[in-house]
T-cell receptor, first 115, second 111 residues
Framework: DAGITQSPRHKVTETGTPVTLRCHQT?????MYWYRQDPGHGLRLIHY???????DKGEVSDGYSVSRSKTEDFLLTLESATSSQTSVYFC??????????????FGPGTRLTVL | GEDVEQSLFLSVREGDSSVINCTYT??????LYWYKQEPGAGLQLLTY?????DMKQDQRLTVLLNKKDKHLSLRIADTQTGDSAIYFC???????????FGKGTHLIIQP
């Protein structure tokens, strides 16, 4: 347990509405990540952050934005949700250390359904 | 082809050894990982191996890395019903810009 929580854990929303998912960590990890998990695709990186206000795009960033105004919180926003964004979203953290590389630890996930 | 490939399913009898295989294409991979996901849960780190190692053992788990063939395997000795899960192979270049995962292998345990 790396002290990661995600909220909400489940959400159902309608197409076109904005949605924000929150990832919160309590152990001052520098790096935070958002992935989505879909059948047949495994996990794919959406966005990541390497510090407060420092973020970058991942493999599947279209339609998503992120913000990190505090070390402990990393927010994922769907500006206008679409059915293709129905997925399970995982947050992860890492604190690269010598000998351990960038080993990541995952939160419990948020199941999002867009109708 | 895919960056990281794994078989989708593996079925083994309880008490036997399970061997889950993974191949990857990125020769710059620095660290390689195995994660376990139980139903409705997040990914749990099982083990990792640095690219200059050939083998790593941790209790019932043995990881073998053939860097020349870009092949990674996870062996679970004495497989138990609690090992039933999806196992993900992943790798990174060590740059903290995220991991690349395979699609996962569903390990099914037969009594």
């Amino acid at each position: 347990d790396a002290g990661i929580t995600q909220s909400p854990r489940h959400k159902v929303t309608e197409t076109g509405t904005p949605v924000t998912l929150r990832c919160h960590q309590t152990e001052n990890h520098r790096y935070m990540y958002w992935y989505r998990q879909d059948p047949g695709h495994g996990l794919r990186l959406i966005h990541y952050s390497y510090g407060v206000k420092d973020t970058d795009k991942g493999e599947v960033s279209d339609g998503y934005s992120v913000s990190r105004s505090k070390t402990e919180d990393f927010l994922l926003t769907l500006e206008s949700a679409t059915s293709s964004q129905t997925s399970v979203y995982f947050c992860a953290i890492s604190s690269p250390r010598s000998g351990e590389g960038d080993t990541q630890y995952f939160g419990p996930g948020t199941r999002l359904t867009v109708l | 082809g895919e960056d990281v490939e794994q078989s989708l399913f593996l079925s083994v009898r309880e008490g036997d050894s399970s061997v889950i295989n993974c191949t990857y294409t990125d020769s710059s991979s620095t660290y390689l990982y195995w994660y376990k996901q139980e139903p409705g849960a997040g990914l749990q780190l099982l083990t990792y191996i640095f690219s200059n190692m050939d083998m790593k053992q941790d209790q019932r788990l043995t990881v073998l890395l053939n860097k020349k063939d870009k092949h990674l395997s996870l062996r679970i000795a004495d497989t138990q019903t609690g090992d039933s899960a999806i196992y993900f192979c992943g790798h990174s270049g060590g740059g903290a810009d995220g991991l690349t995962f395979g699609k996962g292998t569903h390990l099914i345990i037969q009594p």
